[in-house]
């Protein structure tokens, strides 16, 4: 079972889009662990983004997700962290495969819709970052032995 960092980015918030990407994890069979509505503060979206701090796009990244509130999420599953990836496709929209969030929604690499963690370690990393281990909830679905075979 894997967790993985979720984030609906301000592109997506202002396109009343949020419903749409937790409609799309959920059919998917992922299952919500935790879930916070946030305004992120520049010291929130530097740590964030702290692999991306140098490149030539990293002062638009931090204006764009502080520029609306995000909504910020945990999901797990079996295989979660590519799982989730694949659901929001590639980080250019035009690269993404179609189905995808960011091909159904997204043109430009800067309104790419969503984050999601890239790896078990920046998983671990982004969830302790955005959540208190409290906000994090532990629980059981009826359905999960329909989904998950482990
Ligand atoms: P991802 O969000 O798919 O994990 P990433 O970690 O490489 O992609 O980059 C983080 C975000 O930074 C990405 O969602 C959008 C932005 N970004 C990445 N490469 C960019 C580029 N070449 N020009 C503009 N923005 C870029
Ligand atoms: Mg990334």
């Given at each position: 079972?894997?967790r993985?960092?979720?984030?609906?980015?301000?592109?997506?918030v202002?396109?009343?889009?949020?419903?749409?990407?937790?409609?799309?994890?959920?059919?998917r069979?992922?299952?919500?662990?935790a879930?916070?509505?946030?305004?992120?503060?520049?010291?929130?979206?530097?740590r964030h983004?702290?692999?991306?701090?140098?490149?030539p796009f990293y002062?638009?990244?931090?204006?764009?997700i502080?520029s609306?509130?995000?909504?910020?999420?945990v999901?797990e599953?079996p295989?979660?962290?590519?799982a989730?990836?694949?659901?929001?496709?590639?980080?250019?929209?035009?690269?993404?495969?179609?189905?995808?969030i960011?091909?159904?929604?997204?043109?430009?690499?800067g309104?790419?819709?969503?984050h999601?963690?890239d790896s078990p370690?920046?998983a671990?990393?982004e969830?302790?970052?955005?959540?208190?281990p409290d906000?994090?909830i532990?629980?059981?679905?009826?359905?999960?032995?329909w989904?998950?075979?482990?």
């Amino acid at each position: 079972m894997e967790r993985t960092l979720v984030l609906v980015k301000p592109d997506a918030v202002q396109r009343g889009l949020i419903g749409e990407v937790i409609a799309r994890l959920e059919r998917r069979g992922l299952r919500l662990v935790a879930a916070r509505f946030v305004q992120v503060d520049r010291k929130l979206a530097e740590r964030h983004y702290a692999v991306h701090k140098g490149k030539p796009f990293y002062d638009g990244l931090i204006a764009y997700i502080t520029s609306a509130p995000v909504m910020a999420m945990v999901w797990e599953g079996p295989n979660a962290i590519a799982a989730v990836r694949q659901t929001m496709g590639s980080t250019r929209p035009t690269e993404a495969a179609p189905g995808s969030i960011r091909h159904d929604f997204g043109l430009t690499v800067g309104r790419n819709l969503t984050h999601a963690s890239d790896s078990p370690q920046t998983a671990q990393e982004e969830v302790n970052l955005w959540f208190k281990p409290d906000e994090l909830i532990t629980w059981e679905r009826d359905l999960d032995r329909w989904i998950f075979d482990a």
